[in-house]
Nanobody
Framework: QVRLQESGPGLVKPSQTLSLSCAVSGGSITTTNYAWGWIRQPPGKGLEYLGVITYMGDTYLNPSLRSRTSIARDNADNTVSLQMNNLKPEDTAVYYC??????????WGQGTQVTVTS
């Protein structure tokens, strides 16, 4: 079974850059038909999909956040990363890493809280 574990700073100041990592176990991030996504949930709101990176390394980002967001992978470490620049208080959320198989999310990490505050 695929397992995902997010890690990163819990507190970030406004205008700083957020870097999150997702360690994947139980499967390779290059497995055919898999994609690895980042999703967040602000307090009291629904899920917001930030973007994905496919097993081939192609990335697809939420258009509303594309200018501030990037997703990358490290095949050797079997990790997927999220970077978001110029953070704002409204970026405060629980950030999840998830694995999609043929477009449907099948596995989720437990999530990591990110709070943007000065």
């Amino acid at each position: 079974q695929v397992r995902l574990q997010e890690s990163g700073p819990g507190l970030v100041k406004p205008s700083q850059t957020l870097s999150l990592s997702c360690a994947v176990s139980g499967g390779s991030i290059t497995t055919t038909n898999y994609a690895w996504g980042w999703i967040r949930q602000p307090p009291g709101k629904g899920l917001e999909y930030l973007g994905v990176i496919t097993y081939m390394g192609d990335t697809y980002l939420n258009p509303s956040l594309r200018s501030r967001t990037s997703i990358a992978r490290d095949n050797a470490d079997n990790t997927v990363s999220l970077q978001m620049n110029n953070l704002k208080p409204e970026d405060t959320a629980v950030y999840y890493c998830a694995a999609a198989i043929l477009g449907s999310y099948a596995y989720w990490g437990q999530g990591t809280q990110v709070t943007v505050t000065s």
